[in-house]
């Protein structure tokens, strides 16, 4: 027994010592072969700048297995409590029942009885109300919608003989589109009602617990007054928050569902399409499979994307370092008329994007001043173009960047300027005191402030240039023209975003809605995904800010 | 009338972050009770409490006789001065005076309003700005117009949120005599809170040592300066910090002697009274801390058993006294504060960084505390 | 740009040594004083002409739009600037010719329709989401974070299916673009979180412990105190439907009466054909739209900067 217990005890002491030695290495290069890389505060001083660098590096690669199982684990936790939860409320809703009075027990069925026979007529009459509004919508149209969801209407648009007229006519049988979108209502609505019913549930729960301990229930009157005080958040959410429901959520769920049917504008026998039917994960297939046979959408998709990284990453760093420059020029002491050198730039904000960049984009056209101007001055040749078909790809793209850094600048400008008025004087006149040059200033002080701060503002604005729809569009129309992977989708450029490949998909002739949804989805996924990253590996990047 | 009783209350916030523990106190109407504690002790989040601005995770508040728990701010009849006076930007000073009344249902006349908000300003001197906004007005000024806007409705329950820690020494003086005519004038229960000893010593009826969420003690200021319960409070009240030291207690022939840094002081009057009827003396000794007020130290004419030998590190002038920063033979910090007006100038000028000196002390000002539990031998319950 | 470093030494051996050295410190400390102010000149010097060609490159295209307005000897795009004959034609074909005057009342009642509901309800959603605490509140504020992930072009053809089923399509589209607009502003609170985010929340306190309701709380004392962000919120809802040129595209139709200034200048130059005859127009459009705006813009500025630079930051 006690040889056992020392070999049990054993384990223990070995993982400890392995802890304990793995912390301190001499070079970073060596640390890949241990599983845990921490240096202890002390030991990072001594490191040299270079070797930091490596030791950032070195935890970063090391940390993304860990970090995926903390993403899993995450998750995991994350599906345990609302499976947890669900159960909770099942159980409660027994529970309640089996030890409710009468009252209790009646509103399980005619919601707001409860409420109705306990005084509280306002609350009982809303509940009532709901459920019979809600019995009378299913039975009458919500049955016919749920029913047709799976299948999403059989009978197509056809002629059919009309007695009455004596002659044919088109009759529009079952709509799928509008299957679909009832149905999806239809669903929401009873979510909802399953929701108030177990509200109504819990009230009756507490309004029997507060009567029991001999207080009294609050009145209408005292209800409608707490909407304005303790409640009033759900008097000023009531408005925004069901507004986003109808017309974002619901939207986005038809298109999500959308991206797994074959709905397209085509028509049929000279008839728009109206009907149309679940794929499954064929659409998916199609973009992202590069083996199956129709190759083109997931050529399209990968060169499309990398370009639409590509351009997201340029057109937010090159705005955000230049306006930072432009800031600092126009805020240095001894430069004068600030006000009008940031009016000046100010003023291309006010103006419309779309004149702007349409008169930009004429600019730069083929028969535009510019080109006429580079031509006269013998710069460039005839075949010369920067937005046309005969256009170099890269010509095209860089000039896209830069005519979107003439937009951006004033924007972060003025962002840059706000920061910088409130980094306190003190800290530079310290700087220079220690012998710091301007280019030491910058780095040192201004530029990990202004990051800090706009951190978050990077990310949105990436992802904002990810879906930045207005300048491709207006420029190039996402020209020039891709003619290697100009698929079924047609037209495909070389400047073509997601986005702007998306809106001719569904512009186009055969309106293919179910790959523009499918692109949408990427779309999200990617930015979720790198927001993700961002958010997670930021926090580390703050606890260890500065290896400059 | 407007006492306040708090049973059990307790703040726990989310993450099991326990912020106040079982606050249990009563206080009387019309009294002056002073919360004080250092940073993050909870007395601001109890006085939260009673206000309502925070919610009350166990126990109950009763104000006048009510239970307040459930009730809103607004319904509790308090008023409440913050440490940042929480001046509405936007009206002037009489419009900010004037706001509570403006609330009040059923209506109050114009008229009203004016005479009440007046009256106020007047026993506040702050009338010449009734027309000013709070950024025309100095920190003092500032203070004052949100001591007015509390003043003016009939509260219960004065509360006061470290209302002076936001202005400069002479000011804070000058205010904390004015709190105490207004507390004399207005005759209402005045709840205080601040992290500076002085103040409660100086306002309170009672004050509450606060730490870490927990009562360490409650008492007059009298009763806190000279009967701490324990170490903390010892140590928190009183400027200097009382010195703390490790020494030993022995009973000799019916006698009492402390031993500490090799000297032996022997210990009588009250005190030994009360050793004799609250403490047990192995025959080897007890391991105490004892703790003698800078103030209580004095000088010996010459060295002897009885007197501590140590050496001047910083000799303070503070005006009518001198700080001696000391060490002992073992570099134990002491401080001790000697009045320089009796002495000579051969005496003063002994009194200077480098030099030697002897400290010794009468029984009647040691305190005497348990070195595990940190809490007073004698008057800890 | 490293410091000049001037050794005494050398200055004071250049000169001959008199009883006027007594004053030596001043030429010595001119020639290093000198040599730092130059230094500062010439940086200054350099960034203002920077600035200047900036300037010229920010403008360019503006001045060029206007000048072509102008423009009355030819009709399709030219490769000079300078017009060579002057004239309102544009202008009064503008406003004759097509109907530019009806997308212009279009485009004028949605955008002030909407700069009034969705400040409303943009300040709403803000003002909950910074100063009342609710179960819900994370939730809330994360999902519309996922939700802003999706790009909303997506939901243009559901919510075309759904205002044409409503009748708010074509013609009728005033009313369904403002209730598009409007509907899901809520999700744009960022900036206006950020600014109500710095009022102290000791206001807040002061005023319920004064017996104030929260709803009394926002009119009485945060509202007042809220007018850069108000104006802030009215300005850009009202700049946003003048260049909405995609889904008011969509929900228009090709029922011209039913368009937007954005979708009808675009149709100027939306083929080869088109532009042929319309460019001058589109220069003048563009003029006729952008100077009230611009104007506008330029009179609320600081309030427009204090929003950004305020509430951008913090949120």
């Known amino acids: 027994m006690q040889v056992e217990d020392e070999k049990e005890k054993q384990p223990e002491s070995v993982v400890e010592e392995a802890e304990t030695t793995s912390a301190p290495t001499p070079a970073p290069i060596a640390v890949e072969k241990h599983s845990r890389l921490e240096y202890s505060d002390l030991e990072y001083l001594k490191l040299s700048k270079w070797q930091r660098f490596l030791y950032h590096i070195a935890r970063f690669f090391l940390g993304i297995p860990a970090w995926f199982k903390n993403a899993g684990i995450a998750i995991w936790h994350f599906l345990k409590k609302c499976g947890l939860g669900v159960w909770h409320e099942i159980k409660d809703i027994g529970l309640t029942f089996v030890h409710g009075d009468w009252k209790t027990k009646i509103s399980y069925g005619v919601m707001g009885f409860g409420s109705l026979a306990r005084g509280q007529i306002l609350r009982g009459i809303l509940f009532l109300s709901f459920e019979v509004i809600f019995i009378v919508y299913m039975v009458f149209w919500g049955g016919y919608w749920l029913s047709m969801l799976p299948s999403l209407g059989k009978l197509g648009p056809a002629e059919e003989y009309n007695e009455e007229l004596d002659t044919y006519i088109t009759v529009y049988h079952d709509n799928s589109f509008k299957i679909l979108l009832y149905g999806i209502l239809t669903l929401f609505f009873i979510v909802a009602f399953i929701y108030t019913w177990r509200l109504n549930i819990k009230q009756n729960k507490i309004s029997e617990e507060i009567l029991a301990t001999g207080k009294k229930l609050k009145s209408g009157k005292q209800d409608l007054r707490s909407l304005v005080d303790d409640e009033f958040h759900k008097t000023l959410l009531a408005l925004p928050v069901t507004g986003i429901l109808v017309f974002t959520v619901m939207p986005i769920l038809f298109m999500i569902l959308v991206a797994f049917t074959n709905y397209s504008g085509a028509t049929n026998n000279g008839y728009t399409n109206n009907l149309f039917s679940w794929v499954g994960w064929n659409n998916f297939n199609t973009l992202l499979n590069w083996k199956s046979g129709n190759t083109a959408y997931s050529a399209a998709f990968g060169e499309i994307l990398g370009w639409t990284l590509m351009w997201a990453f340029f057109a937010t760093f090159s705005n955000y370092f230049l306006g930072m420059l432009v800031a600092i020029m126009i805020n240095k002491k001894g430069i004068h008329f600030k006000k009008v050198w940031r009016t000046i730039l100010v003023l291309t904000i006010a103006i419309p994007q779309f004149i702007s960049l349409l008169y930009v984009s004429r600019m730069f056209a083929d028969n535009g001043i510019i080109i006429a101007r580079l031509q006269q001055w013998h710069w460039v040749g005839d075949n010369f173009s920067f937005f046309g078909d005969k256009a170099n790809p890269w010509v095209s793209r860089l000039m896209v960047i830069l005519i979107n850094i003439w937009i951006g600048i004033p924007y972060l400008m003025l962002i840059a300027t706000g920061i910088l008025m409130n980094i306190p004087e003190d800290l530079y006149e310290s700087a220079r005191i220690d012998g710091a040059n301007v280019w030491q200033q910058y780095t040192k002080i201004t530029l990990p402030y202004m990051l800090f701060v706009t951190g978050p503002y990077l990310l949105t604005s990436f992802i904002g240039n990810m879906n930045n729809f207005n300048v491709i569009y207006l420029l190039t129309g996402g020209g020039p023209t891709n003619g290697a992977v100009s698929a079924a989708s047609g037209s495909v450029g070389y400047t073509d975003l997601l986005i702007t490949w998306l809106y001719k998909i569904t512009m186009g002739a055969n309106s293919e809605y179910y790959m523009a949804s499918v692109i949408g989805i990427l779309v999200f996924v990617v930015s979720a995904v790198l927001s993700m990253i961002v958010y997670n590996f930021m926090p580390s990047n703050k606890h260890e800010e500065d290896y400059q | 009338m407007a006492e306040v009783i708090l049973k059990n209350v307790k703040k726990i916030y989310q993450g099991n972050v326990t912020a106040v523990h079982d606050f249990n106190l009563d206080i009387a109407d019309k009294e002056f009770v002073v919360f004080v504690g250092p940073s993050g002790c909870g007395k601001s989040t109890t006085l939260r409490m009673i206000a309502g601005l925070e919610d009350i995770s166990e126990g109950t508040i009763t104000i006048d006789g009510q239970v307040v728990n459930d009730l809103q701010p607004k319904d509790r009849h308090i008023s409440m001065v913050f440490q940042n006076y929480a001046l509405y930007p936007h009206l002037t000073v009489f419009e900010n005076i004037a706001f509570p009344l403006r609330l009040m249902r059923p209506r109050m006349s114009n008229d009203d309003i004016y005479k009440r908000v007046t009256d106020v300003a007047e026993i506040l001197g702050i009338t010449p700005y009734l027309t000013r906004k709070p950024k025309a007005l100095s920190g003092g000024q500032r203070q004052r117009v949100a001591i007015g806007r509390a003043m003016v409705k009939n509260c219960k329950v004065f509360l006061m949120d470290e209302p002076l820690s936001n202005l400069d020494a002479k000011l804070r003086n000058q205010m904390r005599a004015e709190i105490i005519l207004l507390h004399k004038k207005i005759q209402t229960t005045f709840v205080y809170v601040t992290h500076d000893q002085t103040e409660a010593m100086t306002l309170g009826d009672r004050i509450v040592i606060m730490k870490d969420g927990l009562i360490m003690q409650v008492g007059t200021p009298s009763e806190v300066f000279d009967k701490p319960k324990n170490l903390f409070v010892a140590e928190f009240i009183g400027a200097p910090k009382m010195n703390t030291f490790p020494a030993k207690l022995t009973l000799k022939d019916g006698k009492y002697y402390v031993t500490a840094f090799g000297a032996t002081l022997p210990v009588e009057g009250e005190k030994a009274k009360l050793l004799k009827a609250k403490v047990q003396v192995p025959p080897e000794g007890k391991d105490i801390i004892l703790g003698v007020r800078p103030e209580h130290m004095e000088l010996a004419e010459k060295p002897h058993p009885g007197a501590i030998h140590v050496s001047i590190e910083v000799s303070e002038m503070m005006g009518s006294e001198v700080h001696l920063h000391v060490l002992t033979a073992d570099k134990t910090p002491l401080i001790v504060r000697v009045a320089t007006m009796p002495l000579s100038e051969e005496q003063r000028a002994k009194l200077n960084a480098g030099n030697d000196v002897d400290v010794e002390f009468e029984g009647k000002v040691m305190q005497f505390f348990d070195p595990k539990t940190q809490l007073s031998l004698l008057y800890a319950d | ?315």
Request: proline residues 5%.
């Open chain 3, 1 to 315: 740009m490293e410091e000049t470093k001037v050794t005494p030494t050398e200055s004071v051996e250049t000169t001959p040594v008199t009883n006027d050295m007594a004053f030596t410190p001043a030429p010595f400390k001119d020639k290093k004083h000198m040599g730092l102010k130059r230094k500062r000149v010439i940086g200054n010097v350099i960034i203002y002409i920077i600035l200047v060609v900036m300037s010229i490159i920010w403008l360019f295209p503006f001045v060029c739009i206007v000048l072509q307005s102008f423009r009355c000897e030819s009709t399709q795009p030219v490769g000079y600037i300078i017009p060579q004959k002057w004239g309102f034609d544009n202008y009064v074909n503008l406003f004759t010719k097509t109907n530019f005057p009806k997308w212009l009342t279009n485009t004028l009642i949605i955008s002030v329709v909407t700069a009034l509901v969705q400040t409303v309800i943009v300040l709403c959603m803000s003002y909950t989401l910074s100063r009342l605490r609710f179960k819900g509140r994370k939730f809330l504020m994360n999902f519309m974070l996922v939700l802003g992930m999706f790009p909303g072009m997506l939901t243009m053809i559901i919510l075309y299916r759904v205002l044409a089923d409503l009748g708010m399509t074509q013609a009728n589209s005033i009313p369904g673009l403002i209730l598009v607009y409007v509907a899901s502003s809520g999700m744009g609170y960022y900036i206006s979180k950020g600014f109500f985010d710095t009022l102290p929340k000791s206001l807040d306190e002061a005023a319920r412990v004064d017996g104030a309701t929260n709803a009394q709380v926002l009119t009485k004392v945060i509202l007042p105190l809220s007018k850069p962000i108000v104006i802030y919120t009215l300005l850009t809802a009202f700049m946003g439907p003048w260049g909405d040129f995609v889904f008011a595209r969509y929900v228009s139709f090709g029922t011209s009466s039913g368009m937007n200034v954005a979708v009808g200048l675009q149709d100027f130059l939306s083929t080869a054909g088109n532009t042929f005859k319309n460019y001058t127009m589109f220069c003048a459009g563009g003029v006729v739209v952008a100077v009230p705006i611009t104007i506008l813009f330029m009179l609320l500025q600081k309030y427009y900067v204090e929003g950004v630079t305020g509430g951008a930051v913090k949120g």
